[in-house]
């Protein structure tokens, strides 16, 4: 496995990018953690500029179309952007 850069925030409580940021980390990801309450374009941004290959947030499903829409506005398509579980 190839280690991969992911950026992991949440757009309200940050429990769920808490847990997901740790597993993640002991997997043996790079992993930038921004947090709760940002905004999706707060995360879209730090993604990009972390060129990160994937945006694990903890959000609901509106949530992470914005995220996506986000990306989208910032030509970062391929940024692969999963819920955090």
């Known amino acids: 496995m190839t280690p991969h850069r992911i950026v992991v925030g949440a757009i309200g409580d940050d429990s769920g990018a ?17 947090g709760g309450g940002q905004s ?6 730090t ?26 506005r910032l030509d970062a398509t391929d940024i692969v952007i999963e819920p955090a579980v």
């Not at 999706?40 to 941004?45: I, K, V």
């Not at 993604?47 to 989208?72: F, I, M, P, Q, S």
């Open 40 to 45: 999706p374009e707060q995360l879209a941004r």
């Open 18 to 34: 808490t847990a997901a940021a740790r597993r993640l980390r002991d997997e043996g990801h790079e992993i930038v953690f921004v």
């Open 47 to 72: 993604a990009v500029a972390e060129d990160a290959r994937r945006l694990v947030v903890d959000a609901d499903t509106d949530g992470l179309e914005l995220v996506r829409d986000a990306c989208a």
